[in-house]
Nanobody, 121 residues
Framework: QVQLVESGGGLVQAGGSLRLSCAAS????????MGWFRQAPGKEREFVAA????????YYAASMKGRFTISRDNAKNTVYLETNSLKPEDTAVYYCAAGNRVVSTEEYDYWGQGTQVTVSS
């Protein structure tokens, strides 16, 4: 089992930035690819970004590429999502996930509880 706990969400003005963190515990963090997803009110959960282990491959959703950056610190068992130039439409609950493959679908094995990001206009 892998436990994932997100943090770093909050309220930010449009154009601002937040750094989201996802701390992993349990089985070896280094085995897993990690992903970030988000779910806005009334919408389905969508892919944001993913990173392989140990971190050489990164994928982004087209609408976030250039504004968001995913990274991982394997020594700290933590994956990060730097979010910049935030827009009101980025408002959502952001989830991290761990799985065996770097994919943009929801076939990850473990999920966190999410952290709320709210962007005001």
């Amino acid at each position: 089992q892998v436990q994932l706990v997100e943090s770093g969400g909050g309220l930010v003005q449009a154009g601002g930035s937040l750094r989201l963190s996802c701390a992993a515990s349990g089985r070896s963090f280094g085995r897993y690819a990690m992903g970030w997803f988000r779910q806005a009110p009334g919408k389905e959960r969508e892919f944001v970004a993913a990173i392989s282990w140990p971190g050489g491959t990164r994928y982004y959703a087209a609408s976030m590429k250039g504004r968001f950056t995913i990274s991982r610190d394997n020594a700290k068992n933590t994956v990060y999502l730097e979010t910049n130039s935030l827009k009101p439409e980025d408002t959502a609950v952001y989830y991290c996930a761990a799985g065996n493959r770097v994919v943009s679908t929801e076939e990850y094995d473990y999920w966190g509880q999410g952290t709320q990001v709210t962007v005001s206009s």
